[in-house]
């Protein structure tokens, strides 16, 4: 029974393989500093996006010469003495 079903598993993970590929390669052609990480890092940011954050490390592999950013909060943004 496993020597049937592995093969057809083998198939349904390249066909995702080959989904995820095409995805990637979109979202690289609409903001080409894409092309300059790799597959993981390019995920980690596109479900990390709304928390710009998260992929603070991840900035000096898309911008030249940025390492870090300082994000303003709402909060900092009202009373800007608490920064």
Known sequence: MLKDFLPDLNRKLEDCQKMLEA???GKRKKFPRFYFVSNPTLLKILSQG???TSIQEDFEK?????TKVTFETAKDKKNPSLK
Not at 62 to 66: G, H, K, N, S, V
């Open 23 to 25: 995805y990637l390669e």
């Open 62 to 66: 898309l911008f030249d010469a940025i």
């Open 50 to 52: 709304s928390e710009p």
